[in-house]
């Protein structure tokens, strides 16, 4: 079970922190990541965390977001400052390898 909350409509340049608790099968000692799903395209990769914490970004949200996890709570997190319009798309959190049972995901807005 994977269950996104935080999500919300915002103006650009705000700020938006997303959660995601997972149930320990699907998060101990897994790389966990966020992704995105835009109207009309494909479900996109925006960061990932190693169980260590070694983190990776998409180009697009280098220096904006934030990825983290507490391994102790079995969540991930996604820190999202500066948004932008091109944000916009639902926010769901996964594994890294073979990515399945996504949930409801939590809807992230960005007026400009």
């Known amino acids: 079970q994977l269950q996104a909350s935080g999500g919300g409509l915002v103006r650009a340049g705000e700020s938006l922190r997303l959660s995601c608790a997972a149930s320990?099968?699907?998060?101990?000692?897994?790389?966990m990541a966020w992704y995105r799903q835009a109207p009309k395209k494909q479900r996109e990769l925006v960061a990932s965390?190693?169980?260590?914490?070694?983190?990776t970004y998409k180009d697009s949200v280098k220096g904006r977001f934030t990825i983290s996890r507490d391994n102790a709570k079995n969540t991930v997190y996604l820190q999202m400052n500066n948004l932008k319009p091109e944000d916009t798309a639902v926010y769901y959190c996964?594994?890294?390898?073979?990515?399945?049972?996504w949930g409801q995901g939590t809807q992230v807005t960005v007026s400009s």
């Open positions: 996964n594994t890294v390898v073979s990515p399945k049972g």
């Open positions: 320990g099968r699907l998060f101990s000692g897994y790389a």
């Open positions: 965390i190693s169980n260590d914490g070694t983190s």
